[in-house]
């Protein structure tokens, strides 16, 4: 029999924000709070802008499948997605329900980097599959999957943890779909990871989303470069750096440089004539892969941020909580994910500096 694709509802709240919004005493700072939300809105609006372009021209159009919706709370944050009436056989009714929940947390990731960075705090939610409405207009959510996430938040999460309702995560058919769906993201990925520390809760394991977006994109430059290497025998970086001084050609210093960049490079002058001459055919892909190029730098940047940030605030909060051990307990959890994660990813050997071993 054919069904409607399942719902799914993200309830997330700042952590530490209650205690920040006490100090909100006069209009100004009121109206800095509320700034800094409405950014977090339309942040999540750019996403979706980006994600329904995305998905214009493919094959499959997820956003023919689903309705999103989303709306700040005072400090909490609800998203959710809802299925449009078309029904699907067993296995497509499996996989594109399990699929939107990659889109759901792709849409979230630039918001928790977004909070980290800009406040040094973090999410703490739960994840329902049962239904939600949401009133954008009026600010007003209802129906069962928002209570669900909201008590698996407010009564289980304790430390910074976004956890999956547990009526899911025993459904061996759902969890199985999730993980195909992670493999496409990278060999040491998961969607959700099982906390047999603690409860044997599964969480969202949003940093090594984050983390197998950046080794995607990596491994993207990387072929980028190759292709420079293949089709001009030298690599992308050579031709810029000689594009550079060319540039450079009636300045006193030129000979000088020309002869630390040969070295450098370890090039001889007929590689040099050769070189510029292809340098005219190397612009065009150099435009034709800009985008790329540009994208790919952004998405070090920011994730690098991310993990800058985060290394900061946890080897904050263990050393400022060391005698409260309710509080000290989430850093801790949070220190050792922090670690874990960046050891999935060994091929990315710049970010093992952003892990915490020198903290008791």
Known sequence: MKKKLMQWTYFLDILGFGEEQKSIDTQKKADEFMEFMKINKSLIDWQENIDIKFYSDKNINIYDYYDFKSVFISDSFVLTAIPKETKFNEENYYHFSTQIIMELTFKILILIEHILTEKGLLLRGGISNKFTDIDIENSLVVGAGLIEAYKLESSFAEVPRILLSQEVSKDKKIMSY???????????????????????????????????????????????????????????????????????????????????????????????????????????????????????????????????????????HLNTYSDNQKILNKYIWLRKYLNNTIDKFPEMDFIQEYKIINEK
């Open 178 to 316: 999730f993980e195909k769906h992670s493999k496409k993201y990278g060999k040491n990925f998961s969607i959700f990871y099982k906390d047999t520390q603690n409860d044997d809760f599964y969480y969202l394991d949003y940093l090594g989303f984050i983390l197998s977006f950046m080794n995607k994109s990596e491994n993207q430059r990387l072929n980028i470069q190759d292709e420079f290497k293949d089709k001009y025998g030298m690599s992308k970086d050579i031709i810029e750096g000689l594009k550079l001084l060319l540039k450079e050609k009636y300045s006193e210093d030129f000979q000088k440089k020309t002869f630390k960049f040969l070295q450098k490079h370890k090039l001889s002058q007929k590689d040099i004539k050769k070189l510029t001459t292809m340098i005219k055919n190397s612009e065009q892909i150099l435009r034709d892969k800009s985008n790329d190029i540009n994208n790919i730098k952004h998405i070090k940047h920011t994730t690098i941020k991310t993990l800058s940030k985060l290394q900061e605030v946890i080897s904050l």
